[in-house]
């Protein structure tokens, strides 16, 4: 295995070392420090945690306060996390321990040292008292046994402290360092800011040495064979210092970027001058061939970024279509040793090795479930079969995915099995991490997606505490193949799979690609939270070391029992991802990612005059009392029928609504001072996507409403809190007027980014009675734009905010759910509400008037796909005349939606000149004719003028009738492009006056004659004809 191991490192090292001079060819991402600008935050310590980096500094020495980052470069300040109670605060230590799923934090606080434990790495933090006097700069470090030790210092010593487990000390602290070399005494006798790391058995203890307020404020490193010591300093120190602009560099962390590279977060002092003004910055470290630790502080150049996944949710995606059909996957290597055979296209590097090119080897083959991978819109070419029989690939355990340990998590395969026992699509290395719980078994590996010999599916895994966890579904959810009787398996269908932990809820889905059309069915689900429960639920990353695998390493084909390959897949495999987060149904691979419609409420359900029912329950509990039309089994309840209630209106926008053709008779008005309506999908159990569980990236908002005057009035929100950095009172969305009467769409991201396009004050009006008026919020994923009709107006939809999402720079845009774990007693995260919104955790911003017509889409649409489009499609777009009048052209126009009574429709030249003929000039669409399309045939006239070759004349189209969505519809001229081609393709040339196709001297007499004449009669325009 040692050999294994190292030529693997070998030839991953070259890999990185290409990998990394190409990227410098590229526009890649970059950083400049500081990165966090603001003067204040020091002495940084970081740890990174499904995927989000925290970094707690010294702040204004009175509380702790904690930043997060996705990228190491763009930092957000997320708030205080802890104040303790016994003075000055600084240098605080967050440890977490994968063990109970808890971070302790080790802080300083007037030359004493304390812990306090939150469940969350935002807290709070609960205080847990004084554990040592005199002391400051606590750190903790794990060691790969599991044993942990503390490390502080007194300024003139750095100490040891065995513990046991994070939250206790043991036994006897030691002296490791003291000031010893030159660098470290040139200010004051310092040894502080200890941070611990291992490399290859070795224990490197860095350290800040000489006053932390002075210029000479520097960083060195000592090692030992044992983290009690004894430590050697390192004879070059100190290995990071000032100079070049840098003053003071020190008090730093480490951590690894996605690729796995370490650096150093740290802080740089602002200037020379005796001060603690400083500000936070990053810079690469590394080990070089001999073991030398490396870095440098940089301040104000711009240097490549940290390595950042390209997706933060996927941490590795297999599609296998190297091909050509019929090649082997490579690997030129002896059976065993690793080859990057199988492409990531997640961008995040985790390839995949085949074991060898004979019988542990797989072939490109042809046969797919899908030309298309209806998720990603990928085009999908080639599948994998074992070309012997024993197949399996793995990852290497240098590559991030091999190291994680996600709270949540996705795995999910497409697949065509041969018949056979155990066989593992997706598996994780390990032995004996399965130590607690019931009946543990040390033999299994981290993790199992298998198809059993009954041809059940499963997922197993085992997570950071020891316990195991399962989801089986029934017998023969899928059929396999008789390799002997038919080695292709013609006939047999493709499968795709996709099992999800959540943290609490483990749940297999199951897709037949011959019935594609009926989706992901759910097949097995486990309640982790009541079966077999472990204090920390996160997948594990393995332990133990084989001869021919690695701890953490995945493997696709292939599984592991008691420390042995086993439990083979043979047949063909395809399209394999792992996200390192719980994907819902509409977000796998095979899923279908037009849903269309979400929920969508007309309000049609009730009498005239009746209030909307709430079926006698108490005042808040859910009850259908709207029903969602989109068959998805969203229902909306109001919250009584006496307090807050609605009341069923004739008043409506129009009574026909044009994309759907349905009728409109009803809207919804609200009774009293409390109005507002909520779902809620526990209660709902809706039949299709559930609402409330719902983050897209896509996604569309229509409402149409009668507003009365008043401050903040949400039409359509999402309740929440705590879900933005922004402000921690804010929910998750707000579709809502402003008391400016401005319009905005506001909206949480899943990394807590906070987005809002708002329109300019005024656009909404109270005048005789009021306005009725169409709002859609769209997001595609890249910019969110916010549409209003109002009816009145005859101008349909128009855009009146957008805003450049992307540029915000947030790793993931999905709309967020809700981060936090609150639930308010009379609302929950995820719920979406219409006519109120939430605010610090309270019903607000309470719309009143009329709503009707309120629909949520699963894609970004189109204008002319609203609700209350109304307009004309015109075919073609442009059409081309020629001036010599010896050409014409039809153009063919019908309306888009049906119209109550006959519309006519009339087009004319815009600017009157008489440069066309239209015939006939109008049109006559009636409800049984209103999308056939009617032609009006267009000719140019020969007016004689001189003009550009090319030229367009704008065609005004006008509407009459008696049906109000048409009557008086303003929309945009349409193009007419001319040609003036008497003399050819291009027209008069600029010097023929005479207009003879010809250039001559008779040109110039023509001109000379023609300036005269006007210059004698005082006229103007000579210059416009020579111009000419």
């Known amino acids: 295995m040692s050999t294994n191991k190292f030529v693997l490192f070998y030839i991953g090292s070259i890999f990185v070392v290409l990998f990394f001079c190409g990227g410098l060819v590229h526009a890649e991402p970059t950083y400049t420090n500081p990165v966090i600008p603001a003067v204040g935050p020091a002495d940084p310590t970081i740890i990174l945690h499904d995927g989000i980096y925290y970094m707690y500094p010294t702040g204004d020495n009175v509380r702790f306060n904690a930043y997060t980052s996705y990228d190491l470069v763009h930092w957000n300040f997320a708030g205080e996390v802890f104040q303790p109670p016994y003075g000055v605060a600084w240098a605080p230590d967050v440890f977490y321990h994968q063990a109970d799923g808890k971070f302790y934090m080790w802080y300083t606080s007037d030359w004493h040292i304390g812990l306090a434990i939150a469940d969350n790495p935002l807290g709070p933090f609960i205080d847990q008292g004084i554990r040592l006097t ?44 003291e000031p010893s ?73 480490v951590t690894r970027d996605a690729a796995g590279n370490m650096w150093h977060i740290y802080h740089q002092k602002v200037n020379p001058e005796l001060s603690y003004e400083r500000f936070v910055c990053i810079d690469p470290m590394w080990f070089d061939r001999n073991g030398v630790l490396h870095s440098r502080a940089t301040r104000g150049i711009e240097l490549p970024a940290p390595a950042n996944e390209v997706d933060p949710k996927i941490s590795a995606y297999w599609r296998f279509e190297g091909g050509p059909a019929g090649a082997q996957v490579p690997n030129p290597n002896p059976g065993g040793i690793f080859h990057l055979s199988v492409t990531d296209s997640s961008g995040n590097g985790n390839e995949l090795s085949v074991w060898d090119q004979g019988n542990g080897g797989y072939v490109f083959r042809p046969q797919v479930p899908s030309s298309l991978v209806t998720q990603t819109e990928a085009a999908n070419h080639f599948s994998v079969k074992n070309s012997g029989s024993f197949p399996g690939m793995w990852t290497s355990p240098y590559d991030l995915v091999s190291r994680i340990s996600p709270a949540a998590f996705t795995v999910e395969a497409t697949f065509k099995l041969e018949n056979g026992g155990f066989r593992t699509l997706i598996g994780r290395d390990s032995w004996g991490s399965n130590t607690a719980g019931d009946n543990p078994n040390a033999d299994f590996a981290a993790l199992y997606l298998q198809a059993d010999p009954d041809n059940r ?278 579709l809502q007027l402003q008391p400016d009467d401005s319009v905005a769409i506001k909206f949480a991201d899943v990394s807590g980014f906070w987005h809002e396009a708002v329109s300019e004050p005024g656009v909404i009006e109270y005048d005789n009675g009021g306005h009725w008026y169409h709002a859609a919020a769209v997001c595609d994923g890249k910019e969110l734009r916010l549409y209003l009709n109002n009816t009145d107006a005859k101008a349909g939809y128009q855009l009146v905010a957008q805003t450049d999402i992307a540029a915000s720079g947030s790793p993931d845009l999905r709309l967020s759910s809700d981060w936090t774990v609150f639930i308010g007693s009379d609302w929950h995260g995820g719920g979406w509400t219409v006519g109120r919104g939430l605010f610090d955790g309270g019903h607000e911003d309470r719309f009143f008037g009329h709503i009707d017509e309120v629909r949520i889409s699963a894609n970004a649409l ?82 004689l003028d001189l003009e550009n070759a090319m030229h367009t004349v704008p065609l005004a189209i006008t509407f009459f009738s008696s049906d109000p969505q048409y009557d008086e519809l303003i929309i945009d001229p349409v193009m007419v492009t001319v040609a003036d081609n008497e003399c050819g393709a291009w027209g008069y040339a600029s010097g023929d006056f005479n207009r003879d196709c010809v250039v001559d001297i008779n040109d110039l007499a023509e001109m000379a004659q023609y300036w005269l004449t006007c210059s004698e009669q005082g006229q103007s325009g000579c210059s416009d004809f020579s111009s000419n």
């Open 457 to 734: 599916l499963a997922i197993k895994f085992c997570d950071v505490a020891g316990y195991w966890h399962d989801a089986t579904s029934e017998v023969n959810v899928f059929e396999s193949f008789d390799f002997g009787a038919d080695p292709d398996g013609n006939g047999v269908p493709w499968y795709s799979v996709a099992a999800v932990s959540d943290g609490s809820t483990l749940s297999l889905y199951l897709l037949d690609h011959n019935h594609s059309e009926s989706g992901y069915q759910l097949i097995a689900q486990t309640d982790m939270t009541a079966v077999n429960p472990s204090p920390n639920t996160a997948l594990t990353a393995g332990g133990g070391d084989g001869p021919d695998w690695n701890a953490g390493s995945w493997t696709v084909g292939r599984g592991l029992y008691a420390g042995g390959h086993g439990d083979r897949a043979w047949g063909y495999l395809d399209e394999v991802r792992i996200s390192r987060v719980a994907l819902n149904e509409t977000e796998f691979l095979f899923s279908d990612p037009n849903i269309d419609t979400v929920a969508y409420w007309r309000f049609e359900e009730g009498t005239i005059g009746t209030r909307v029912p709430h079926g006698g329950l108490p005042n808040g509990e859910y009850y259908p009392s709207v029903l969602d039309m989109s068959g998805n089994g969203n229902h909306l309840s109001v919250w009584s029928e006496t307090l807050g209630a609605y009341l069923y209106r004739n008043d409506v926008p129009l009574e026909t609504v044009p994309q759907t053709q349905a009728s409109n008779q009803v809207s919804v008005m609200n009774v009293d001072g409390l109005p507002g309506m909520f779902t809620s999908s526990d209660d709902a159990q809706p039949t299709g996507v559930a609402i409330d569980d719902w983050q897209p990236l896509d996604f569309t908002i229509e409402a149409s409403f009668k507003p009365q005057d008043g401050g903040h009035r949400t039409i359509v929100g999402r309740d929440g809190l705590g879900v933005t950095y922004a402000d921690y009172k804010l929910a998750s969305l707000y």
């Open 134 to 177: 005199g002391y400051i700069d606590a750190h903790v470090f794990q060691d790969d046994d599991g044993r942990c030790y503390l490390y502080y210092t007194d300024l003139g010593h750095i100490y040891v402290h065995p513990m046991d487990g994070p939250a206790f000390l043991t036994g006897t602290p030691r002296v490791i360092l």
């Open 181 to 253: 070399q030159d660098w470290e005494m040139r200010t004051g006798r310092v040894n502080e800011g200890p941070w611990m790391m291992k490399h290859n058995g070795l224990y490197y203890l860095l350290y800040s040495g000489s006053a932390a307020d002075s210029a000479d404020y520097a960083i060195g490193y000592a090692t030992a064979t044992s983290p009690m010591g004894p430590f050697t300093k390192y004879p070059g120190n100190p290995i990071i210092h000032g100079g070049g602009g840098v003053h003071g560099p020190g008090h730093g962390a």
């Open 862 to 943: 189109e204008p002319e796909e609203f609700l209350f489009y109304s307009g004309i499609d015109v075919s073609p777009e442009n059409i081309l005349v020629y001036e010599d009048g010896t050409t014409s052209s039809d153009m063919y126009f019908a309306l888009t939606s049906k119209p109550s009574n006959d519309v006519v429709v009339t087009v004319s030249e815009q600017n009157g000149r008489g440069q066309l003929t239209l015939s006939p000039s109008y049109m006559t669409f009636k409800p049984s004719n209103w999308s056939t399309p009617q032609s009006i045939r267009i000719a140019a006239v020969d007016d």
